[in-house]
């Protein structure tokens, strides 16, 4: 937020609200959109298959995968996953 507060910005919508009315506003408008038809609840299978399209992408930067590993709790166990993967 303080990009606002160093340009003197007025905050308005969702910017303007405290975290428990941001809240409320975004379960009423997700009950909303479920009670007129319009919003899509996934099924494990489709939930499953979207985490798998993810994380065959995110695991195709090596880089990034190398960076977690070195952050991960247990380095003592694996120093990267670079190492983990040869």
């Not at 919508?13 to 997700?30: P, Y």
């Not at 494990?44 to 298959?49: G, L, V």
């Amino acid at each position: 937020m303080s990009d606002h507060d160093e340009a003197n910005v007025s905050l308005r919508g969702f910017a303007a609200m405290d975290e428990r009315r941001r809240r409320e506003v975004a379960s009423l408008g997700g009950r909303t959109a479920h009670a007129r038809g319009r919003a899509h609840r996934f099924t494990p299978e489709e939930a499953r298959k979207a985490g798998q399209k993810g994380g065959s992408q995110i695991s195709r930067n090596r880089k990034h995968m190398a960076e977690l590993g070195r952050h991960s709790p247990r380095e003592e166990v694996v120093e990267t996953v670079e190492e983990a993967w040869t």
